[in-house]
């Protein structure tokens, strides 16, 4: 039976995390969709964890909304994943759509503004479309592991999402990226082939590039800027992005 997230207390979150501290990721999504569904979503942005949350939630049948913010800058080759991966587990995976489109917000922010400001652009085409998806649940589960960014190395299996004001479940906290590659293999799962190409993390097109031997898994990402994260994973609510609208020049896009 679903309860109401806001209503568990620190105390139970903490026991909650220490129970399932070394508890396999099956185990860790049973609990969630036992104590959360149906308000309970899993927000995937189709990079190779969140391949492995999919295979988890619909072989075990789980009533989990699967849900993904779609931004209109993906890379081909991830629209073809999200097909796949619903062609072979046969569920749906909601594409999550922000107030404007690309193209609206070029009229009204500029053209391009990832590159002029990509904390504007993830704030409109990310951060609030999760949240008004997370304003309808008691808790989502994520694909975040410790070892990706400093950010997330103190992330628990079972958390209070701050910014969200709901609970936050991550069943592959614990795992590397071995762990995840050794997964994926013996079971097949799709995965994203930009992978193979030196991709070890994938966001949007115009703001995620290759990754040399050595680098940083996430050295694509933002490539140049003081930027690891889209900001769906901060710990705290931000303040709003004030962005100033574009207007429109004879002398083109600064950027």
Not at 80 to 101: F, K, N, S
Not at 211 to 223: K, L, N, Q
């Amino acid at each position: 039976m679903s309860v109401d997230a806001v209503r568990l207390s620190d105390a139970e979150l903490d026991a909650a995390a220490a129970r399932l501290e070394d508890a396999s990721p099956e185990a860790i999504v049973r609990w969630a969709a036992d104590t959360f569904a149906p308000r309970l979503g899993f927000a995937t942005g189709f990079g190779v964890e969140g391949c492995v949350i999919v295979d988890l939630v619909a072989t075990l049948a789980l009533p989990v909304d699967i849900f993904t913010l779609d931004t209109g800058l993906l890379f081909p080759e991830t629209y073809a994943l999200w097909q796949r991966l619903e062609a072979r587990y046969g569920v749906t995976i909601r594409g999550v759509r922000p107030a404007q489109t690309v193209e609206q917000q070029a009229a009204t922010h500029g053209d391009a503004l990832w590159r002029r400001d990509p904390d504007a652009c993830c704030a409109l085409r990310k951060v609030a479309p999760l949240a008004a998806e997370a304003a309808k649940l008691d808790a989502w589960i994520t694909a975040i592991r410790r070892d990706q960014t400093p950010e997330r190395a103190t992330a628990r299996v079972v958390e209070r999402d701050a910014r969200h004001g709901i609970v936050k479940v991550n069943p592959l906290v614990r795992w590397t990226t071995a762990d995840v590659w050794r997964h994926v293999l013996a079971r097949d799962i799709p995965y994203n082939p930009l992978h193979d190409q030196g991709y070890p993390s994938i966001g949007c097109a115009p703001c995620t590039g290759p990754v040399a031997e050595g680098e940083d898994p996430r050295a694509g990402r933002w490539r140049g800027q003081a930027k690891t994260e889209c900001g769906l994973h901060a710990p705290t609510s931000a303040a709003p992005i004030s962005i100033r609208p574009h207007a429109p020049s004879s002398a083109g896009d600064p950027s």
